[in-house]
């Protein structure tokens, strides 16, 4: 028998593999992909990568324009494989053994349970309401009497869509002390970011991604702007070059021809609006509301709905019997021949089975 670390077996395994979907509406990335001037872009200063070279000063570059844009310098900026990666380095920067508790809502990313059990941390999840709102008042105890080491919020949230306020955040960054994580990976698609919260609560700690509204998934960039105490500390848990050039070059030109993704923004969002308007007008299917750029359904015969996605080519997010997520679907917000086709589907299927 081999000699594993305590602990590995009982590891989840989250499953990325992937079926050749007709219409791919599971994984909330881009269906777009980058606008055409970007493209052309990201090629010409791909050509002149020095493959042969480990990375040089394209790391510290990127945090400098990204920092520069929120009125921050590169010492406030992290820059990670996907902001999972960072949000995994963040628990286990404040973990290590089970009296460092992290607090963080539930239903949400299901990967926040798993980064608590990989850095030993103690997970404390909250649970949404009915119609998955939290309660502030709830969370800020939770956090206050467990005496939690980190404090993680998802806004707007992986996957129910809904949000918190400005005002929510601020409450919450107010009463509690320790390490506040908002992870705004949908945020481009809501608009209303924490950041200018950051100033006056110097344990708030914002992560971002490429992978959602800038389309960039396939890089794996994402980034964490943060006091330049709590940057540093969480450095510590990267190895050197842990970025690799191709990606950073890439990142860095997405992030300066960022506006160039402005239309599609706006069209994934009117997109979102029209969509949540026609599943609603469906016979025994609950929408709720969104600001992602995803929609999440409830509808009794959930599974069968899937399969009949399936059947067409269709691949939906399904939460199979997840806790809390029982008969739901989370639907990605496609171009507008993908929404309407998925929206065929539905319709024919809910009308099938009354
Ligand atoms: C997609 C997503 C991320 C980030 O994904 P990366 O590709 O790793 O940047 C982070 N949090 C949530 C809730 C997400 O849905």
Not at 72 to 75: D, L, N
Not at 96 to 100: I, K, N
Not at 184 to 187: G, L, M, V
């Given at each position: 028998m081999l000699n594993y670390r305590d602990g590995l077996a009982l590891m989840p395994h989250y499953d990325t593999s992937e079926q050749d979907w007709h219409i791919k509406v599971n994984a909330n990335e881009s269906n777009i992909g980058l606008p055409p001037l970007v493209e052309e872009r990201v090629m010409t200063r791909l050509s002149r990568v020095?493959?042969?070279?480990?990375?040089?000063?394209e790391y510290d570059l990127l945090c400098e324009q990204i920092g520069e844009a929120y009125g921050?310098?590169?010492?406030n900026v992290i820059i990670g494989n996907g902001s999972s990666e960072i949000i995994e380095k963040v628990f286990y920067a404040f973990g290590?053994?089970?009296?460092?508790k992290i607090v963080y809502p539930t239903p949400s990313f299901s990967m926040y349970g798993i980064y608590a059990a990989v850095a030993d941390a103690s997970a404390v999840p909250v649970l949404l309401n009915e119609d998955y709102t939290l309660d502030v008042e709830t969370f800020i105890q939770t956090v206050n009497q467990s005496d939690a080491s980190l404090a993680v919020i998802c806004n707007p949230n992986n996957p129910t869509g809904q949000v918190l306020t400005m005002e929510d955040i601020e409450c919450i960054a107010e009463n509690i002390s320790c390490a506040f994580l908002i992870d705004?990976?949908?945020?481009e698609f809501y608009?209303?970011?924490?950041?200018?919260l950051l100033k006056k609560y110097p344990h708030i700690m914002i992560a971002r991604t490429f992978s959602k509204a800038y389309a960039l998934?396939?890089?794996r960039v994402g980034y964490m702007l943060a006091h330049r105490d709590a940057i540093a500390m969480v450095e510590k848990t990267y190895m050197p070059y842990h970025i690799n050039v191709p990606s950073l070059v890439t990142a860095d030109t997405v992030f300066q021809m960022r506006s160039e993704f402005e239309p599609q923004i706006q069209m994934i969002c009117a997109e979102r609006e029209r969509m949540q308007e026609k599943y609603r007008q469906l016979h025994s299917v609950t929408v709720y509301p969104s600001h992602a750029n995803f929609i999440l359904i409830h509808y009794p015969h959930a599974d069968a709905l899937n399969k009949a996605f399936i059947k067409h080519g269709i691949g939906v997010r399904s939460f199979g019997k997840t806790t809390q997520l029982e008969n739901m679907l989370r639907v990605s917000i496609g171009r507008p021949e993908e929404n309407d086709a998925v929206y065929r589907v539905m319709k024919s299927f809910v009308e099938e089975h009354p």
């Open positions: 020095a493959f042969s070279r480990y990375p040089n000063e921050y310098r590169k010492e290590g053994d089970d009296r460092h705004e990976a949908y945020i608009g209303n970011t924490a950041l200018p998934a396939s890089c």
